[in-house]
């Protein structure tokens, strides 16, 4: 056998093995890339939403109606301060509260899955606004009015979504849920919104990688921060 063909054929083959494997890599990463920009847009315009509701944490929630003493009928802002969970008093859609109900947002990250993706980490994250939200504070349960609520049922690809909740004089979160006598404690809300595709990138090893896509922020809410007179 002749040494310097046989040396060519193996020079050859390692030669159009690394240029698979460097193709292989290069469409990878453009999936990856694409996949990224998909999952950027959409947290852009999730955490824009959030922030401007979290912003807006007792906005304009006191009734303009006869015999309604403010003092006795407001309720803290914050109304329920979990890790997956966060509700609380807003006017947000300008709808006005009266005596009795005060309009309330809820952000919670469900256990339901995104039916069709092939993310199992996929799950439905829901936008609750409701003219009357009753809060069991001690087991913290919510029970919102099925016919003064809108539901907003988002399925962008978010994986985790995760509230901190921070007092003006300490940068160490609160323990979660924040009981009832530390709501009014509260000053600062720290938000992690993480999302990922619905399809997956092939590893090499044969497995499949989600690209993972994260915005925090921590939301310094100006009702939270009032002094009082």
């Not at 009981?179 to 992690?192: A, G, S, T």
């Amino acid at each position: 056998m002749n040494l310097g063909l046989t040396t060519s054929f193996i020079i050859g083959g390692l030669l159009l093995l690394t240029i698979g494997i460097f193709n292989m890599r290069l469409g990878q990463h453009s999936t990856e890339l694409t996949l990224h920009q998909i999952s950027k847009a959409h947290v852009e315009g999730l955490y824009q939403t959030v922030q401007n509701d979290l912003n807006k944490v007792g906005y304009n929630v006191l009734p303009d109606e006869p015999g309604c003493d403010s003092g006795n009928w407001m309720e803290p802002e914050l109304l329920l301060a979990d890790s997956s969970r966060i509700a609380f008093s807003a006017n947000i859609s300008g709808n006005p509260g009266s005596c009795n109900n005060i309009p309330t947002v809820m952000w919670e990250l469900t256990e339901e899955e995104i039916a069709g993706s092939r993310n199992p980490d996929h799950r439905v994250l829901q936008r609750i606004e409701s003219q009357f939200m009753e809060i069991d504070t001690p087991n913290h349960t919510v029970v919102t009015g099925a016919e003064e609520e809108e539901v907003e049922s988002i399925e962008l690809g978010v994986t985790r979504l995760e509230f901190r909740y921070y007092t003006a004089d300490s940068n160490t979160p609160l323990n979660t849920p924040v009981p009832d006598w530390q709501l009014e404690m509260v000053q600062r809300i720290e938000v992690i919104l993480e999302l990922e595709p619905r399809e997956g990138i092939r590893a090499l090893d044969g497995g499949t990688r989600f690209p993972v896509t994260q915005w925090q922020k921590i939301i310094v809410p100006q009702n939270l921060n009032l002094e009082e007179e």
